[in-house]
């Protein structure tokens, strides 16, 4: 046999020849149920909660969506002074292009006809004076509202303050309505039309369904029990959803989440997956009641005859609608697959661990079994010592 | 032998003392075929599709994103009353600042001169009248247009109807023109700045690459084949790019989602990193046809010289475009690999069982593997029958 | 002995015969270090790195946000004309409605009284021209500002180009302040209210924690030292803090994003669990320096008392503040923890395989473990070769 031959015969064993673990079989029931326990335990928790409660065989996507909104309605409001005024939508809905955050004003402070002029500033400490001496000229108090002219005018009958120069007349947003002025805004309607994608899924949906009709769309009204998928929502609905009372909320505003989950399981159920609606007032938060309500300001701009500019400025409270969409959906994929079965196998590896711990010391001949079972190597012969030497474990 | 130090060297031993399997080597090809061919198998598996197809050795994070968009071009209209009018941007784009979504105006009705009074309702079975007793004074029906005030008046010289409180005259929005008034608006541009970052890898990225020259900056359009990296795209292509008509979809306006992927593998090709671009259009889906078509109600507000307030209300209809960004970046981390060869491993661990049941049912010579390999123990004496007795898979 | 009775007890050995590895023990102390190392190795890994520095038992989540922002501040602008001009939040905040995106002018080019009418373009090569012969009536040049009449008109003493219908007079946008008009803008406050969601975990925040009190909010602002957890910034602290010069960027414009990380442990400190704030600016990256500022198109409308209407157009520049809400939470959750630590027993198998190698090859007395571990069986025979055989690592 030469020497090349000799190597390549070694090779082949070395790759070719199975190389199989010795065993030792143990007619004994006891470690036999341990056993089959553990390992039945181990696939239970495989099957039924990775599988069926997990769902960790799926590969997951979060939802992108694209949201458009219509509100619907009129209201009417009269003024102490007898002045009427009617308000559609183009009125009280800002921005008016209907996209994923919507404003409906509920409330305000008007400062008609502003000009940019000079007028006394609004009494506080720090602007109340007595004659120009109290009044510096170009000061500008970031708490103030305009740059000091250095005078001091008469702001009533009774109170002085320092002239400046602003938009005037100065705003007095401390007047506001104790009951909102579109109080009956609570009737408005809300119509969302959302459409969402999974796009490594190539998943596409609206939230109104195939199933849904057009008669059905014009005539029906989002109701938790009734109708979960209608996507017209009266807003004192959905206020009181929210756990908040509309009237109350429509003083100093607010802002209100619409959160629509899309989650689905796109392996079995895709044709049920519709979205699922729910309603939480975002702008204040129980453990803390600090900087409540939504306002912004905003003006309407004109111009005289002459060329000049004024304009109406409006202190606006109302509800912001901010619609968030989230989601996440699954499918069936193979790496994850593979890697909770990886999991769950290298568990049932363990189980042998349990069994052989179990016989060897819960058992009463765990000496007998270990003798047969584990053979010690003696370091100073090449003598096996197999059935006389007395088990490791109980020596 | 003192009883501590017997304890010690058993501690020792237990600790310390190799444990290691007895193993049986069957010289037999066939059978070594089969465990050399699963492993690799399972060898394959892990590399070709977990890493090189899957890249799970990766960590990923999806993108966080904002975008400015421009719109430029201009139209001409002419009425079929012989008045023109030009539009620029300032007219036709709402709102103006070029955020995430934006609209371009391209048909509307327009109402003129409303002041809020009094006039006659649009005429429909629920507000015709014949007298004023068909009429309800403060009545107010959230399909009308206003409140009524108990009068019934001519709407035109054949039909009469209720009269409301409103923004009068009342919009007539019937009378949609059938061409776009716009239609010149499908040569406007789009330009998209995109700028984005994986916070996590600490990856910033523009959709304006740094090998893009600003020479063809202004003078390029996008082209799917020719252009795909400019950002700049002309309205009428994006459109027919989502399978649309764009004369079509003016007409009664729409939501156009521009889609920007950047998925990204930051391992490799972080360099080649760019956008890419996909078109869909969002407010209406194959399988339900319900509500498509996207229009809003705004008003200009004017005062006349006695500081009385009308305005001007448009229904606007246009076509959204919404620029949706999305993607997933993946780098190399431990975690993920870990779990990945870790799954791999377990799943080499099943080799040998599939072996084993191979060799011990499908071979010849399965008996004798099996008297070799597996040792019986006897219950009631601690002899062993290793070699006489028969394998438990053939009695 | 019946068949079936036979068959039984075969099946009962089957299952309930517990069958275990036969196993050897070396008493070799470097063996056995060389395993107990590589063990603590994969041990270390496991509970140091997967566990307290990954948290990889812990189900992920993204943030769910909304933000409500509010400028405040005035400004007071000088024309060399001798005009002055007051500035409120009504008047340079764009859209005034506070949500993710604001915009502040801080610099703008006026053209005001525009009307529908004809005038000469600016000059430029494609504009120019020496009589009527040089311009096409109804031409509409993309890169112009109207359509041509077909006249040729005096612009200014010296040069002559073609008339337009347009917006007239042409917007001149070369004429930027070279300082930025509202400089003062650079003291104004934003307030953000921000509040978050991890719909999974039913986890809600908002950045005003409850440990702030009302006066704080009052007089703080934001500093990375000494107020993180402040929500009002100063707009020029927050540019500088972007490694920017608001006085720079305030000329031409930019985006600045106000990067806010939720990033939270649910397990330990969710009571800790507060934003963490970045800034950037996100309109230019250091790579490319294309197409950097931000700046658009809006007009004020107005009617004249003859109802003809006419416009002021301003080309605003300013800082477009994102606000950009990331974040992801991390709570115990079974599957992930199974996964890891499924992975870790896994590599805790490789162990063996290592140490048999490390035995066989790197032992002075490899030969003689090798014996007695491995069996050879003999193809032509049933005879075992135990003892005498020699291992197969070192023939």
Chains 1, 2, 3 share one sequence.
Not at 25 to 37: E, Q
Not at 125 to 139: F, R
Not at 257 to 276: F, N, R
Request: glycine residues 6%; aromatic residues 12%; charged residues 20%.
């Amino acid at each position: 046999m030469s020497r090349t031959a000799g190597c390549w015969q070694s090779c082949v064993r070395h790759v070719f020849h199975y190389e199989t673990v010795k065993t030792l079989v143990i007619p004994n029931v006891r470690v036999g149920c341990v056993f089959r326990f553990t390992q039945l335990l181990v696939l239970l928790y495989v099957v039924g909660y990775v599988c069926v409660v997990q769902k960790s065989y799926q590969e997951k996507e979060s939802v992108v969506s694209t949201v458009t909104t219509k509100v619907k309605g009129f209201a009417f409001t009269n003024t102490s002074t007898g002045n009427w005024k009617f308000w559609d939508v183009a009125d009280y809905v800002i921005p008016p292009q209907g996209e994923t955050s919507l404003f409906v004003l509920t409330n305000m402070v008007v400062t008609p006809h502003q000009t940019q002029t000079r007028c006394p500033e609004l009494p506080n400490p720090s602007t109340t004076c007595v004659d120009d001496c109290d009044c510096i000229e170009g000061l500008s108090d970031p708490r103030g509202n305009g740059i000091q002219t250095g005078l001091c005018e008469n702001f009533s009958t009774t109170v002085r303050t320092c002239e400046v120069l602003s938009w005037c007349p100065l705003e007095i947003d401390s007047e506001l309505p104790e009951r909102a002025l579109l109080a009956s805004a609570e009737n408005f309607t809300l119509f969302i039309k959302n459409s969402i994608t999974y796009p490594k899924f190539n998943f596409h949906r609206r939230n109104i369904g195939s199933h849904i009709s057009s008669s059905y769309l014009q005539s029906c009204e989002f109701h938790r029990a009734t109708d979960p998928e209608c996507p017209i929502f009266r807003l004192k609905h959905i206020v009181s959803e929210a756990g908040e009372e509309f009237q109350e909320m429509a003083v100093k505003g607010g802002v209100l989440g619409i959160i629509i989950d899309w989650s689905c399981d796109l392996d079995w159920w895709a044709e049920t997956c519709h979205p699922k609606y729910s309603f939480r007032r975002l702008d204040k938060d129980p453990a803390s009641n600090l900087a409540p309500g939504y306002n912004f300001r905003f003006a309407k701009y004109y111009k005289t005859q002459n060329e000049e500019e004024f304009r109406t400025l409006f202190k606006a409270y109302g509800i912001r609608f901010d619609v968030i969409v989230f989601g996440t959906a699954g499918r069936f994929s193979i790496v994850p697959t593979i890697v909770n079965l990886g999991a769950a196998l290298a568990f049932l590896s363990l189980v042998p661990v349990v069994s052989d711990w179990f016989m060897l010391t819960c058992m009463r001949k765990g000496d007998l079994y270990s003798r047969h079972k584990v053979t010690h190597l003696h370091e100073d012969g090449d003598a096996e010592a197999e059935l006389t030497s007395t088990s490791y474990g109980t020596q």
